[in-house]
């Protein structure tokens, strides 16, 4: 009962995360017979609570029949680059460290996501891309910077 409960909480967590991410293209990796051929998507997604910063994400897509019917395991291999691309503008108080993207990356518990962290110190945005499964996560992860200009400081909450 108590894995349902935790299940149940993280989906519905996943769920409340604002940011979409909208495809700006693949490469395949590696042919498959039968389904999409494996591939590296790059995605864009607007930070909800930082107008004029995107993140892009880059991550590894499994394909073949498993891929195809949503059944596929996707690897625990992704980078982010985050980017201002238009004037900061904070849209309320900043959290010192939250999730700001989540999708998932296989048919049960496990997920890609993207916290930003706020550098109070330098006046930065620092996000994180890792993947974590329900189990047992991945070490692996990228993280990229964003500078707020010295005189705008950043709203903490």
């Known amino acids: 009962m108590r894995m349902i409960r935790l299940a149940l909480s ?15 293209g693949s490469v395949d990796t590696a042919f498959k017979l ?8 790059v995605e864009v997604f607007d930070d909800p609570l930082v107008g004029g910063v995107s993140c892009y994400l880059s991550r590894a897509k499994t394909g073949g029949i498993k891929g195809a019917v949503g059944l596929a395991e996707d690897k625990a291999e992704s980078s982010v680059a985050c980017r201002q691309v238009g004037p900061i503008a904070f849209k309320g108080k900043v959290p010192r460290q939250e999730e700001v993207f989540s ?9 890609v996501r993207v916290v930003r962290m706020v550098d109070t110190k330098r006046n930065a945005l620092a ?3 890792y993947s974590d499964r329900l189990i047992d996560g991945s070490p692996k992860n990228s993280v990229t910077a964003v500078p707020v200009p010295a005189n705008q400081p950043i709203p903490l909450k």
Do not use: M, N, Q
């Not at 039968?34 to 998507?41: A, E, N, R, T």
């Not at 999708?103 to 997920?111: D, N, T, V």
């Open 34 to 41: 039968i389904g999409p051929d494996h591939k590296v998507v």
């Open 10 to 24: 993280l989906a519905l967590s996943a769920a409340a995360v604002g940011a979409a991410a909208e495809t700006v």
């Open 127 to 129: 996000y994180l891309v």
């Open 103 to 111: 999708e998932r990356a296989s048919i049960f518990f496990k997920h």
